[in-house]
Structure formats: structure tokens, C-alpha cells
């Protein structure tokens, strides 16, 4: 008889081990209460908890620790000087990585690294002519480094990791040396340039409300619209996706994603989600301003 | 309210079926961009990238200059969400689909890759049909690109927004310091039909009007794509018919 007893144990398996084999399966049976609720028990249009720190960071121009539900993205920006004919499009690059990691970088953080900068490119967050160093024909770039802390990571937290620091990043005076010059592009020659160790400038960023990244799941059959998708099961469960970049305060989007999976996604998902987007835009808005001006921002 | 210049459009040409060493390819040119893909499969799979129960998918994507970078890696990935869905994946489980996506010509302006995007979709889906790899519809799809028309210039658009429809690169470059937003959207067809909207990357600034609309003529668009890849599969049909005609 004893023998039974471990028998009937093991087929009776916890919850996280049904999570990991059928992860379908055990999303199905929440979503399908009435009313829906999700594993992580939010309601179908509700957001993941938003922490922001900003300026934790030493020997950077700004940074940014920003954590949505489980996922934490540590954002630090630094510059280096180049001329200013050799300046690019853009005057912020920007990298992505997960902490802890060796060897080449994986294809899906290559991937956001990409649509990073792009949407960086797009999004015109701040006039690069602020960082013209004066008097010099060289300027200013930015290089913002995004690195990934958890096991869980999306885009959107790194990209909000990187709108925090760069609405806390204050560039340090250059400082024209006296007695030390060197060659320019055009052979000329200039002096070398220091940066003050005291004197910053703030970053001005072209608006008080910034464009954040927001995604939704939609799903197949039903079409409900499931906003933050965060985990494997999730990710599993919900093919269809729409990301949203987006700042309050105005009608105007700067960037819509759709990736249909097997989902039919209509007109009424996109507007739904534009609606949500933009409460949730003001709302990250909020959070990181009152942590700017509470904390050590 | 849409007021589509479609004779501005850029006519499309596809041919297939010219590389020897794959089970498909398929060349397609719009504008000034021209993307060749390759399609090998159902084909043997690494153990380690065995799947089993559905075909594993490579795609590549291979650029036109320079070396791989992280851009490649942004096309692979948007390519790889269309198709996904779109191959019967477990009709041959434990193998693999090999898709090679090489840009002979871009067409895009240097800040762009829509034009990359909408083209290397639309030749990967003549690649899977010249391969025969089962498929459950058909997709293409466009890219069109709203801008600030300039005074002189007549917009399509009232409030001097003008459009392009998969543009030339000489076109790009003239509208760049202009450009409002950019949109990359895919369809999926069914019967020469639009069923569902499967990819779409719209970048810039815009409402959601503005996108709405795109989209409502990104669909007409697509339609007549599929037009003309019909028309490249009857003639590639043909063509490999020919010997019945002895």
C-alpha cells in the first residue's frame, strides 16, 4: 500500500512543471475564466509594475535601472569625440546585451540593437547640435550601452532604460587645453579637448513627454488583446503581437509593429491598443519624472 | 478619402527558377531594388537544430556591400515572422527549410531598409513556391512612404503630404530630409484575396488615421502584387512546360 503513495505524487505535478511542458495548456485554463485573467494573475489590459532609478551609475554622462514586472534593464551613456565630418546620421548609438554572457551576441539582441538605434534614428529624441563642441570642428556622440539583467528581456524595457538615462544625462563642459594640440581631419591642428569634471549642461530632450515602447499580444480565435506580455508562456501562448511607440500628450505615433502570428488582427486591436499605449505612455511619463525629481536624478 | 497613385508606382518583375543547385529561387525587381532568395527544403537538419514535430527555418539574409551587421539580423527576423505562420511547418517535421535572402541591389536610401524589407518578402514567397514548399497563402507585400511635399510640388494628399509607393532609390533620396513615415506592410492572400494583415513596420511620426489608411491601401497594393506574381508563375509554369509541347 505504501507503494502507492509516491505513485500518485508524481503524477499530480506542480504548477511550474505544468507551466514548462504545456505551456499552452496552462495559459488556456486561466484565460479562459470568466472573467480572463492571466498566469501572472493580471487582467488581460493591465500593465506590469513600473520601477525607474536614475543616475545610480558612476563615470557616465547619464543612466537609468529600469524594472517592468521580472524583466531589468540597466541603461549607461558615455560619448566619444569624433570630427564632424565624420559624423553619421545619428548622434546616439546604441547597444544591447545580456549581463553575464560570453561569445558573440545572440541573433535576437542583434536584432534589438538594430531596431534600437533605428528607432532611435526616428524617434529625433533630442537636437544633436547640442553636443557641437564650440569653437572646434569636432562634436560630440553619444553611446548608450543597454545591458539586460534578467533571465526574461524585451524591448521595451531597454528601450525605456535608455529614455530614462537620456532624460537624466548632462553633458560635461569642454574644456579647449592650452598647451596640448592635435590633427584634425584636414590636417589643421586644434586643441585637445578635456572635459570639466564639474561643469554639465543637461541634455535637452525635444519633449517633456517621451515616446515609450509598449507592447500587446493578440490572441489567436478569441482576438482578446493582452497588454505587457511578459514569459515564456506568454510568449508561447500569444503569437500575435503589436508594439507601440508612443509619447502622450499628442495623437501622433512614432512607431507601430505588427507581427500577425496566427492571429487576425483588426483595425479595432490596433486602436485599442494605440488608446492603451498612450495611458500607459503617461503614465511611465509620471513614474519617471517623480523619481527624477524625488530621487537623485 | 484615399487618393491612390497607383500609375506612380514602380512596375514589379519576378522570374524563378535560374539557380541550379536549389530546389527554388526566385528574383524579384521593384523600383531599384533586386533581391535574390534561394530555397532549399525539406532538407536534412543539424541534430542540434532538429525540431520534432514541425521543419526547422534558416533564413539568412545576405547584404548587397560591407559585411553582415546587426541590420541583417532585423531583416532575418522580420522575414522569419512573415513566413512562420505562413509554411505548413509540420508537414515535414525533423528538417529544414533554407531560406537565403541575398540584396543584389538595396533600393533603399541610406537610413531606410523598407524597400529591402517588402521586396525580400516577395521574392522569399516566389523562392517557396518555385521550391514547393507547401505554403497555406499567399503574401506580399509594399512599402509606402508619406512625406511634406515641397511648395511647387501637387500632393496626393490634401495638407501637402505627399506619397511614394515602392520608390526608387534616386526618389528616396530626394524626399529624405522629408519623410513623414515609412511603412513596410505584408498581406496575406487567400484566392486573390486579401485575408489578414501578417507583418507591418511603420516608423516616423504619424496618427492613427494616417496608418489606418496606409494599410487600407498597402492592401490594394498587395492585391495587385499578387497580380503579377500570379502572372510570373504561369509564365515560369510555361516555360518549364515547354517539352509537352515536342
Known sequence: ?297 | MTVLDTARRSAASATTSFLYRVDGSASWKVGTSHIIVSVSGPIEVNKRDELPDVATVEIVVRPDTGVTSTREQFLQDRIRKVFATVIVLDLHPRTLIQIVVQIVQSGDSKMLNTMTLSASINATYMALLDAGVPVRSTVSATSIIYYKTQADEVSSWPGGVGVLIDPSRTELERIEQDIMSVHTVAYELKGGKIERLVLSESVGSFTEDQVLEAYDSAAKICQSTNETMREAVINGVQQKSRWRET
Request: overall charge negative.
Open chain 1, 1 to 297: 500500500m505504501s507503494e502507492l503513495q509516491p505513485f500518485a505524487e508524481t503524477l499530480s505535478s506542480s504548477p511550474q512543471l505544468f507551466a514548462r511542458l504545456l505551456p499552452t495548456v496552462y495559459f488556456d485554463r486561466y484565460i479562459t475564466l470568466d472573467p480572463p485573467i492571466r498566469p501572472s494573475l493580471r487582467s488581460p489590459t493591465q500593465f506590469r509594475p513600473c520601477r525607474i532609478n536614475t543616475s545610480a551609475l558612476p563615470n557616465t554622462f547619464g543612466s537609468s535601472v529600469v524594472r517592468m514586472g521580472e524583466c531589468i534593464a540597466v541603461c549607461g551613456i558615455t560619448g566619444y569625440i569624433i570630427d564632424s565630418s565624420e559624423a553619421g546620421p545619428s548622434a546616439l548609438y546604441t547597444n544591447v546585451d545580456v549581463v553575464g554572457r560570453t561569445g558573440p551576441p545572440q541573433s535576437e539582441l542583434m536584432s534589438m540593437s538594430e531596431w534600437m538605434y533605428e528607432t532611435a534614428l526616428a524617434a529625433n529624441l533630442f537636437d544633436p547640435a547640442q553636443l557641437k563642441i564650440e569653437d572646434t570642428a569636432q562634436t560630440l556622440v553619444l553611446q548608450a550601452q543597454v545591458q539586460l539583467l534578467s533571465q526574461m528581456y524585451s524591448g521595451d524595457v531597454a528601450w525605456a532604460a535608455l529614455l530614462a538615462a537620456l532624460a537624466v544625462t548632462r553633458i560635461p563642459k569642454a574644456i579647449l587645453a592650452d598647451d596640448e594640440e592635435t590633427l584634425t581631419a584636414d590636417f589643421a591642428t586644434e586643441p585637445v579637448i578635456r572635459f570639466s569634471s564639474s561643469e554639465t549642461k543637461k541634455l535637452e530632450l525635444n519633449s517633456e513627454n517621451l515616446p515609450w515602447c509598449i507592447n500587446f499580444g493578440v490572441m489567436e480565435g478569441t482576438g482578446l488583446v493582452l497588454a505587457d506580455l511578459e514569459g515564456r508562456v506568454e510568449e508561447v501562448s500569444v503569437q500575435g503581437s503589436i508594439t507601440v511607440i508612443t509619447s502622450a500628450g499628442n495623437n501622433s505615433i512614432q512607431n507601430l509593429s505588427i507581427s500577425a502570428g496566427k492571429s487576425l488582427i483588426s483595425k479595432d486591436h490596433i486602436r485599442q491598443c494605440i488608446a492603451l499605449a498612450k495611458q500607459r505612455a503617461a503614465e511611465l511619463d509620471s513614474i519617471l519624472q517623480s523619481q527624477i525629481h524625488n530621487g537623485n536624478g
